[in-house]
């Protein structure tokens, strides 16, 4: 598999010398580090401490931890190695036990583990298994980069919400991948990018990362999306998501849905970029649940108190897009559109 | 005038035994702190450094420090006098020059000096009418809440952005002072509070002076006003205004747009509750200019970085609500309703 380097200098987690490679996410937008772990252990309380986060990253990271825990172990049987990785599979799994690519990852390498007889094969096919799905993950998004790029033109400036970014995956990014794929193919594209309250991912990690990466990228409070929308300052709208229905219903960062709204009342194309893995295809909008979260995200920031103590806050983790706001669901195996029922299903069959 | 002491205990600015008793708004939420001056430069200082804030409130601040330095003259003649309230009214104006009101209460408070001819009936006669200036805008503001309170029904949420309150005015407040007078009718009222961001009057202002009036208050993240009102926590909203024009054009802290359009969508009433004094009758759209804030707002809270080095911002302090998002524009005169050029005729004539 080619090396993917060409315009993406951000790599959230990578394997390098029989160690695992981390972009310390608690650091930024202040100082770029890289963490290098040797221990299982180490990396757990990585993925604990949000030293890494969003999905697709902390899935490939909880196959880097037990690839790491292979190697850590001096089994020199099957049944002795498989009983140590597992124990270092319920350490990963605890520290976001309810992130459902993080099962997937560990339960991926355990089955690779199971599949082979000798314990060298055993961690020579772990460590290979978990690289390729790192790869896998970029390949994915660069696939939807190569889809969603064609719907974006030359100057457009593209707002986007939240960081559905290289930093949230293991590379590349989903909607940030597409805006860094339409780059790419030479287009001259500006971003700009929302704070994103209560916890600020739009100023702490898609601005750090487009920044970084040298494209033009302005920072807005949230308050302002409709000043700008209504001056003409955008053309274009890119999100990721967190779970989409088999009905094009969207769930994503908390004030997705207003940013779409405002994007249709002023005739501004919305997309929404995401790989298969996030959708959900047998639930309703009435079956998924809106997670509130700790309101001292919003009361304070840091030590700082912003807000009157013991005061009410109501603090949803996602809100609900619906369909009829949305103009097309980019994804690895092309693009979904109106009516999404559909277009939804033709995707999915178009992988069997 | 019989004092206005019913409900609302906090009251922004006072005169208290030829003295300025202000509230510190720097302390706010954490502390309420009181302050006394006897020294206009002290008054000048409290303005200059936010210590007070909101048009009302600092027009009213103005003249109660001329009043303070007619007080500290020592001299014998009218000339002598008004040369140090000249002086002195230098010194205030200069702390916000482009603030309208202040120009405003130091101009009326200059005009009664220059009126009358005996030096102990000038003094007597300026602080007489800054106390009365302070009283007319709270009877303002409960004409407003008389008005604009049959609006409200039993049992309704209101949703309010940025700060329209009591410690924006001398007290009471403009769309806060609706909400009290609602709640003085007897009818139940919850309120939702936005953040506002970036300066964060929502958390830091609004929340606070209504959980002190013991008025049922949550706070959200302005990214959350979508996901309230499609979940129908919201009956009605209603905000404040910098500046309205004849045609129903409403200038307002950055963000009450979308919350107007979301509404509009959500079909909430969306009110602006606002005196007479904040109409602009000349001037067209095109002519209003949106001045643009300090990065720093954006990319910082306190001394915590938020947000990447020399990031680009866009900061705007205002944006503008058109006419056809708003339901209602109440006045100490009446309700303007659509079409809004008619409406606000007629209140104004009602006035001559």
Redesign the interface.
């Known amino acids: 598999m080619k090396p993917h380097t060409k315009t993406f200098s951000l790599r959230t987690v990578e394997w390098k010398n029989n160690a695992v490679v981390m972009i310390d996410q608690t650091k930024l ?2 100082k770029l580090v890289f963490v290098k772990y040797t221990d299982y252990k180490d990396v757990a309380n990585a993925i604990k401490t949000l030293v890494i986060r969003g999905a697709p990253a902390i899935g490939v990271s909880g196959a880097f931890g037990l690839a790491l825990a292979a190697l850590q172990s001096k089994a020199r049987t099957k049944e002795k190695l498989v009983g140590d990785l597992e124990k270092a599979r319920k350490t990963l799994f605890e520290t976001r036990p309810t992130a459902v690519n993080l099962a997937w990852g560990l339960d991926k390498i355990m089955k690779v583990a199971n599949e082979i007889n000798d314990v060298s094969e055993i961690k020579k096919s772990i460590i290979q298994t978990a690289k390729r799905m790192a790869e896998e993950d970029i390949e994915t998004n660069m696939k939807m980069g190569k889809h969603g790029s064609a719907l974006f033109s030359n100057n457009d400036t593209i707002m986007t919400h939240c960081n559905a970014g290289a930093l949230a995956t293991v590379g590349y990014g989903t909607a940030l991948g597409v805006i860094r794929a339409a780059k790419e193919n030479g287009k001259k594209i500006k971003v ?1 990018a929302t ?4 916890v ?1 991912q739009g ?2 990690l898609t ?2 990362e487009l ?2 990466d040298g494209i ?13 929308m ?1 001056k003409g ?1 955008v053309n274009k709208v890119i999100v990721g998501a967190d779970r989409i229905l088999r009905t094009g219903h969207v769930y994503n ?3 997705t ?2 940013v779409a ?2 994007a249709k ?1 002023h005739k501004i194309p919305f997309y929404v970029a995401a790989p298969l893995s996030t959708f959900d295809l047998k639930s309703d909008p009435k079956d998924v649940i ?1 997670e509130q979260r700790k309101s001292t995200e ?2 304070q ?2 030590d ?5 103590d013991d ?6 983790a996602f ?2 897009t619906p369909p009829e706001l949305i103009s097309g669901i980019i994804t690895e195996a092309g693009i979904a559109k109106q009516p999404f029922e559909e277009s939804i299903k033709k995707l999915f069959k178009s992988r069997l």
Chains 1, 2 share one sequence.
């Open positions: 937008p202040n700009i704070e994103t309250r209560p600020m100023s702490r601005a750090f920044k970084h033009d990228v302005s920072l807005i409070p949230d308050t302002a999306v409709g000043y700008a209504s300052l960062k908390i004030g849905y207003q709204m405002m009342q809106i919003v009361t920031i840091g700082r108190k912003t807000a009157p005061i009410t806050v109501i603090n949803p809100d609900m």
